[in-house]
């Protein structure tokens, strides 16, 4: 199995987004919990969910296997950030994100690391993230995995 250098990015970032803990496996819930954000009809159809925890080789064996490059990174995270966007407003606030990776099971962020990724996010300073600052925000992630020098 040969992955994009795309492809590695995502499965990395997907990976580490359902194991907060740097553990070095997701529990079958939280793959599950994927498979739901992904909101992909297809895809829950022809993965048989796993009773055991996944490490990262056997994710990846499982997504490529099944993934057919229909969703972009930003499809993903417009989903994502759908998703974390409860009150519908377009905007996160702190408690949405807060919320959201308790959910995800990253109860390991303090309020200022919270705080933070709120800070750097929030380009315009009004305490919100809107979607393109939450895009903005991934992508210089992405950047940082793939090694690239990021300002």
Do not use: C, W
């Not at 990253?106 to 939450?134: C, K, M, Q, W, Y």
């Amino acid at each position: 199995m040969s992955l994009s250098p795309a492809q590695e990015i995502e499965f990395k970032e997907a990976f580490a987004l359902f194991d907060p803990t740097n553990s070095g496996v997701i529990q079958p819930k939280a793959f599950a919990e994927f498979l739901a954000l992904l909101n992909n009809p297809e895809l829950t159809k022809n993965v048989k969910l796993p009773t055991q925890a996944l490490d990262y080789k056997a994710f990846t064996a499982l997504m490529a296997k099944n993934h057919h490059g229909a969703d972009t990174s930003d499809e993903g995270y417009n989903v994502l950030f759908n998703t974390l966007n409860k009150d519908g407003s377009g905007n996160l606030s702190a408690a949405e994100l807060r919320a959201g990776l308790q959910h995800f099971g990253n109860s390991s962020l303090s309020e200022a690391d919270i705080d933070e990724i709120i800070h750097e996010a929030d380009v315009s300073g009004d305490g919100r993230i809107t979607i393109e600052e939450f895009l903005k925000v991934m992508q210089k992630s992405e950047k940082k995995l793939r090694g690239e020098h990021v300002l």
